[in-house]
């Protein structure tokens, strides 16, 4: 049976609805105004509301906001605080080490404290009182092209009322195919449309591999009183070592939030070589350091959420300008790694964009050569400039021991070049080590009080995440006997223990002893760790029906 499916037309189409995005559809219809014309805008988010899916640590570095909207403060953009002064420590399994001098690319002073959620859930106001079509709750399921297999024409939105089955409901909705001149890719890290075109059209021809991180991060509610930063002169907190140690990439965050509340949260570098790392274990162990849980204590977790972070950085940056559509954020690998932030470059590189769009659009030239102004006025912004002199971070911090820090030195005195450039690394896929015969897999011995310590299905409970349980899954396992045959014997199921929601449970029959895996999607917080660290590359993540996931508010 054909399913006929709508179809509406607009200049742009924008898919994703976090910083850079709605930092597009914002700046092009100020470009729009400017001129005195009509441009018809929209932007597709597949979360329930704007802001429902963004995660964050986070700080803002806001030169873009002020550039973007000057007065943000005067219509009430939602900073939680300004950071007065930076700490950073290097942690041991006892104690905490302050480092007498924090990096100059961790200096954060003047920088915004925001929650992400709220920060694009106020960005999406703005864009609805300018006049942009917002769609929340659409997810883009695929890429439409033209007949020449090549040039973007837009987007189709996933179908909603499916059964388990993928066969039609009573209620069942089809997805609205939405065609645009130009199409704005703004997913995220790990875009499952930018992955899906990727090989298509060579988009990382000549690049080295994309690598991402996956933080963990909460919001804690503390006592009355129980406010360490309210007599300290810093108010965000960096810290490094334990649990980790200095093999893996990766360290935690303390921020200071309005309303008595922190923000706390560890990242973890997926190219760790053990199979038995768990990152949200990771992430209790370093809440239970006694320096850590000094400042938490008495407190209560109120929301929790987890989300890769593409830190490779420009030498990992796709091609941006395509025929009918470009490239922003962090769906565009555009991160500062030794920063730690990328907001503020995710939200320029959507201005850019706009600025490339509007200008192809009246040429009439919406080609990959039409939309060239966007990679070169890039390359000639202060975005260059932060991700050149971090080129070479997320390679140094995957070497190991004193190598590590011979190679961060060497980059820090030399503006990034160091020992080498460009310094090669590999995927994250395919670090892992077979575990060792013997190796312990016992289950960590964390303790939850279902408070300040909660399990991971608590935390997807605190997420807000939802999914309707008779669709089809969203994540697609194509043969399960690799599962079986091949990732249990040689590393032992990794991904029961790298996905922060328990959606892998391993299965054993107790006859044969062959392994089986059971999904369970509705737990998803749509972080892809799955999709980028299986050693197999033998999990698809892709978008469930459009409004699912998780329901951040604080975040």
């Excluded at 065609?179 to 075109?197: N, W």
């Excluded at 922003?328 to 030794?338: E, F, K, L, S, W």
């Excluded at 408070?451 to 999914?467: A, R």
């Amino acid at each position: 049976m054909t399913t006929e499916r709508e179809s509406i037309e607009f200049d742009v189409l924008i898919v994703g609805g976090g910083p850079a995005g709605l930092a597009c559809a914002i700046r092009l219809k100020q470009l729009a105004r400017e001129k005195g014309q009509e441009l018809e805008v929209a932007l597709i988010e597949k979360g329930a509301e704007i802001g429902a899916h963004a995660v964050s640590g986070a700080v803002l570095k806001p030169g873009a906001l002020t550039e973007l909207i000057p007065d943000h403060m005067a219509k009430g953009c939602p900073v939680e605080a300004s950071v007065r002064g930076d700490a950073f420590y290097y942690l041991t399994a006892g104690k905490a080490l302050a480092m007498p001098l924090a990096p100059k690319y961790m200096h954060n002073a003047g920088c915004y404290i925001i929650s992400l959620s709220r920060f694009s859930k106020w960005m999406g106001q703005i864009a609805e009182e300018m006049g942009i079509n917002l769609f929340p709750g659409f997810a883009g399921q695929e890429l439409l092209y033209a007949e020449d297999g090549r040039t973007v024409i837009g987007v189709r939105t996933g179908d909603k009322g499916l059964d388990k089955q993928g066969q039609p409901k009573s209620n069942f909705e089809p997805g609205i195919d939405l065609l645009a001149k130009v199409t704005v890719l703004a997913e995220g890290a790990r875009g499952s449309l930018v992955k899906a075109m990727a090989d298509r059209l060579g988009l990382y021809a000549g690049r080295l591999p994309a690598v991402y991180e996956t933080g963990i991060k909460e919001v804690i509610q503390l006592p009355e009183g129980g406010n360490y930063f309210a007599l300290r002169p810093y108010n965000d907190i960096h810290l490094m070592g334990y649990p980790l140690g200095m093999g893996t990439p990766g360290g935690g965050f303390i921020y200071e939030m309005a309303e008595n509340r922190i923000a706390i949260g560890y990242l973890t570098a997926l190219c760790y070589d053990d199979p038995a790392v768990d990152p949200y274990d990771l992430f209790m162990r370093f809440k239970r350091h006694p320096f850590v849980a000094d400042i938490i204590k008495g407190g209560k977790v109120i929301e929790q959420g987890a989300r890769t972070v593409a830190v490779g950085g420009l030498y990992s940056i796709p091609r941006l300008a395509l025929d009918g559509a470009v490239i922003v954020g962090g769906d565009a690998q555009i991160h500062n790694t030794p920063a730690l932030k990328g907001i503020h470059l995710g939200m320029k590189s959507g201005m850019l964009a706009a600025e490339a769009i509007a200008a192809a659009l009246a040429r009439e030239d919406s080609s990959a050569a039409g939309l060239a102004a966007y990679p070169q006025m890039l390359k000639e912004s202060w975005i260059q400039a932060e991700l050149w002199e971090g080129r070479n971070t997320a390679q140094a911090l995957a070497k190991k021991g004193i190598l590590k820090f011979i190679h961060l030195g060497a980059q820090y005195v030399s503006g990034g070049r160091g020992v080498t450039d460009p310094m090669p690394m590999e995927a994250d896929a395919d670090t892992l080590r077979p575990l060792a015969p013997g190796a312990d897999l016992a289950e960590a011995k964390t303790q939850y009080d279902g408070e300040l310590y909660v399990d991971k299905l608590t935390g997807v409970y605190l997420s807000k995440t939802m999914h309707r349980e008779d669709q089809p899954s969203h994540l697609i396992i194509p043969d399960p006997n690799i599962c079986s045959d091949r990732c249990y014997p040689k590393f032992r199921s990794p991904c029961t223990r790298f996905c922060p929601g328990n959606v892998y449970e391993l299965e054993l029959d107790k006859t044969s002893g062959k392994a089986h895996i059971k999904l369970n999607p509705s737990n998803c917080f749509h972080c892809k760790t799955c999709d980028i660290k299986d050693p197999f590359g033998n999990i698809t993540w892709t978008c469930p029906e459009g409004g699912e996931g998780p329901g951040y508010t604080l975040v």
